[in-house]
């Protein structure tokens, strides 16, 4: 059987824990290249190194560190995978934090913080690899593909978390903007938001509270896993997602539905 993304070569930002790390190591099992990045190359959840686990299981890739929300370290990032692998087919923009605050808590660096890593970060990423996608050859219709993540939060709210919840709304717009703008240049980008993921992040996110309203709210009878987004992931990056630019797909078991 021939896998989805043989020969293609992926950017995944934030790909040393959870989502991000499934996503890496998914593609890299369906035969991409993988570039990672990420501040640092320990895993949240523990365990070996992204890459590690890549080259182990006879993928190829690379490792940069990349701080996001700073444009020289972004652009470096993207000339070096063009370098090393001569195109850039895909990018995951999955790098994200939050405040844990609401909004008369968040304090401006709070804020900025925020905002700095999830919008500036994605705006970054996508405005590099528009770059560079531009002058590549299409393949099978597609100069290349952007993945953005969202959140069900910045569908409907984000407890206790405005910035957070702000920027997953960034999220889903920009992806939107891109690919209407860039649709004739047949550069596609997408969108996925997860609903509640449980992964190795540790404070907020593993609330017990938030945790047993995620619970209550998802109809499917567990919570997410980092896999489930790195399926959707596979299959958007993939040539088999096609006439689909400027969506929205929304993995969450269905709480947005109830």
């Not at 560190?65 to 470096?76: K, M, N, P, Q």
Request: with cysteine; glycine share 12%.
């Amino acid at each position: 059987m021939s896998r989805l993304l043989e020969g293609k070569v992926a950017a995944v930002t934030g790909a040393s824990s959870g989502i991000g790390r499934a996503i890496a190591l998914s593609f890299a099992a369906e035969g991409a290249r993988v570039a990672l990045s990420d501040i640092t190359t320990e895993p949240k959840e523990g365990g070996e190194q992204t890459l590690d686990l890549v080259r182990q299981a006879g993928g190829d890739g690379m490792y940069t560190r990349v701080d996001v929300s700073l444009w020289a370290d972004v652009d470096a990032w993207i000339g070096d995978i063009v370098r090393e692998f001569g195109r850039l087919d895909v990018i995951v923009n999955n790098a994200a934090t939050y405040s844990g605050t609401a909004l008369v808590e968040t304090t401006s660096a709070q804020w900025e913080e925020v905002m700095g890593v999830n919008m500036t970060g994605m705006f970054n990423g996508c405005k590099r690899a528009v770059q560079q996608m531009l002058t590549q050859e299409p393949v099978a219709e597609s100069r290349g593909r952007i993945i953005n993540l969202g959140s069900q939060q910045g569908i409907v709210t984000s407890p206790r978390d405005t910035a957070y919840g702000v920027s997953k709304a960034g999220a889903i717009y920009i992806t939107r903007q891109i690919a209407v703008d860039y649709a004739k240049d047949l550069i596609i980008c997408n969108s996925i938001s997860p609903g509640k993921v449980v992964t190795g992040k540790p404070g907020l996110p593993m609330d017990p509270a938030l945790m047993e309203n995620a619970r209550r709210r998802t109809p499917w009878p567990r919570l997410g896993r980092p896999q489930d987004i790195a399926n959707a992931a596979v299959f958007l990056a993939s040539d088999r997602a096609t006439f689909i630019t400027g969506s929205n797909l929304v993995v969450d078991g269905g709480w947005l539905a109830g």
